[in-house]
């Protein structure tokens, strides 16, 4: 039973900051906050993406926080992934120092971490 429960508040210790940080982007995405079209033009993206990426994130968060369908869930966690690796690569082809690929990478072992807490529960 302890374990259970100390499992249950580990994964939302990674979860929380997770999803706090990916609604962050969302409001920053469908703001069209400077740092955000900087951030996307300087990828070589059109700006539109920011209302695409905005919406699948925001549908992401949703499905990881309402617990109810679990096969929604799991598509979520694995757009993240997608997502991330992408920013990374992204970043990397551009041509973008170390530390702005290293940045979706981070977010990519806290989402991966909070997935299998959540499939151990």
Excluded: C
């Excluded at 302890?2 to 508040?9: F, Q, V």
């Excluded at 609604?23 to 951030?39: C, D, H, I, R, T």
Aim: charged share 10%.
């Amino acid at each position: 039973m302890a374990g259970s429960k100390t499992l249950k508040i580990v994964y939302w210790v990674f979860t929380i900051p997770f999803v706090v940080l990916m609604l962050f982007s969302v409001f920053s995405y469908f703001s069209s906050a400077p740092q955000a079209v900087e951030g996307i033009r300087s990828l070589g993206y059109p700006l539109y993406m920011l209302k695409i990426l905005g919406t699948a994130k925001l549908l992401g968060v949703i499905a990881i926080l309402y617990n109810k369908f679990k096969t929604l869930k799991e598509w979520a966690y694995a757009g993240f992934v997608i997502n991330l690796i992408g920013a990374a690569a992204s970043h990397h082809f551009s041509g973008d120092p170390l530390s702005k690929v290293i940045v979706p990478l981070v977010g990519l072992v806290i989402v991966l971490i909070s997935y299998f807490l959540w499939k151990k529960k």
